[in-house]
């Protein structure tokens, strides 16, 4: 599939029912060397992920287990990645005039037992997160080793979706819609979780922040 069908499919699906996932969608080149990426950084650029401000420290263990590592340009899979998904980005907004302004980015690692509970990646009339992105980079991924993303619909209930963290794998959905949880993983699981986000900036606030 060339990369313009491939974003072709995704602005369909995306406007036909707000979520989509696509196996092998990722470029095969730049799944590669953002998989080796993820395991050649050194443990301390890895973090214990937040789930926003008010939260304390038990809260989040709770939720949320994964580490994540923030990708900038200052790697060439790095810089590959924000190339990749600035075309998406292009893309989505010449065929949907979603208007998608910025894009935010992190490596996860969820280790043996790690897992995130259902949320949401952003509350409606914030309008900050938009589009969420998602892609995983475990080449050798079975299905006795857990850690699905199940995408439920709206209002909750039975998943729409069962995703596994195949490498490859491009999961894109609305961010204000679709609760989803990553169950426990039962091995290492790597994958990039992104944001667009449009641009909300008024008069008193620049945001995003440039
Ligand atoms: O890794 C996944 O499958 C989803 C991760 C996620 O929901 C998040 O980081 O907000
Ligand atoms: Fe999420």
């Not at 696509?22 to 993820?38: F, H, S």
């Not at 008010?54 to 790095?78: F, H, K, L």
């Not at 490498?167 to 979780?193: C, K, M, N, Q, W």
Request: with cysteine; aromatic share 12%; charged share 25%.
């Amino acid at each position: 599939m060339s990369s313009s069908e491939l974003f072709d499919r995704i602005a369909h699906e995306i406007y036909q029912q707000g979520y989509c996932v696509i196996r092998q969608a990722l470029p095969e080149k730049l799944g590669m060397a953002l998989a080796r990426e993820v395991r050649t950084l050194p443990d301390d650029r890895f973090s214990r992920a937040g789930i926003g401000r008010q939260a304390d420290y038990q809260n989040v263990e709770a939720i949320r287990r994964d580490e994540i590592c923030w990708i900038d340009n200052s790697t060439p899979a790095g810089q590959e990645w924000l190339l990749w998904t600035d075309g998406l980005k292009q893309a989505l907004n010449r065929r949907l005039f979603l208007g998608l302004f910025s894009f935010e980015s992190h490596y996860a690692h969820y280790r043996e037992g790690d897992f995130y509970k259902v949320h949401l990646d952003a509350f409606r009339g914030q309008q900050n997160r938009v589009l969420t992105v998602v892609t995983y980079l475990n080449p050798d991924w079975t299905d006795n080793d857990g850690g699905e993303l199940l995408i439920y619909p709206e209002k909750s209930g039975v998943p729409l979706l069962t995703v596994q963290p195949e490498f490859g794998t491009l999961v894109v959905f609305l961010s204000e819609e679709f609760p989803h949880e990553v169950l426990p993983a039962r091995a290492d699981r790597y994958s990039i979780a992104g944001w667009y986000r449009i641009n909300t900036s008024d008069r008193n606030r620049v945001d995003p922040e440039l």
